[in-house]
C-alpha cells in the first residue's frame, strides 16, 4: 500500500518517501509521509482534502491515516529516512544529468589525423 500512495504524492510532491507508521496506529493501517517540503506544507495538506480522495477512489486504494513530517522533521526525528532520502535524490540526479549530457563528439573526417 505504502508504495502505491507514494507513487500517487509524487506526483505533486517528488520528494516524498511513504513508510508504514510505525508504530502502527490503534485501529488501522497508517502511513508516514516524509521530506515534505518544509514550503510546501501547506500546499501539501490542500492536495491531501480536496484531490487525494478522487485519486484513492480511482486508484481503489482503501482509506488509511497518513502522518505528515516535513523536511526538516524528517531530518530531526528521522536521521536514517533522511539520509536515505538524500542518497536516493543524488543518485537519483546523476542519473538524469548523464542522460542528459551529450555523447562525446565525433571528429569530424576532415579535421581527424593520420597516424
Known amino acids: 500500500m505504502?508504495?502505491?500512495?507514494e507513487k500517487l504524492l509524487r506526483k505533486r510532491f517528488p520528494t516524498v518517501i511513504?513508510?508504514?507508521h510505525t508504530p502502527p496506529v490503534q485501529g488501522g493501517e497508517c502511513l508516514a509521509v516524509f521530506c515534505i517540503?518544509?514550503?510546501?506544507?501547506?500546499?501539501?495538506?490542500?492536495?491531501?482534502?480536496r484531490e487525494f480522495p478522487e485519486l484513492r477512489e480511482r486508484e481503489?486504494?482503501?482509506?488509511?491515516?497518513?502522518?505528515p513530517y516535513t523536511e526538516?522533521?524528517?531530518r530531526e526525528h528521522?536521521?536514517?529516512?533522511?539520509?536515505s532520502?538524500?542518497?536516493s535524490l543524488k543518485a537519483k540526479a546523476s542519473s538524469v544529468s548523464a542522460r542528459r549530457s551529450p555523447a562525446s563528439p565525433h571528429?569530424?573526417?576532415?579535421?581527424?589525423?593520420k597516424a
Open 72 to 74: 526538516s522533521q524528517t
Open 37 to 49: 517540503p518544509d514550503k510546501r506544507i501547506e500546499a501539501y495538506s490542500l492536495f491531501r482534502m
Open 107 to 113: 571528429q569530424p573526417a576532415s579535421t581527424a589525423t
Open 78 to 83: 528521522f536521521p536514517e529516512v533522511w539520509q
Open 18 to 20: 511513504v513508510q508504514p
Open 85 to 87: 532520502a538524500r542518497a
Open 60 to 67: 481503489r486504494l482503501p482509506w488509511v491515516t497518513m502522518v
Open 2 to 5: 505504502a508504495a502505491k500512495v
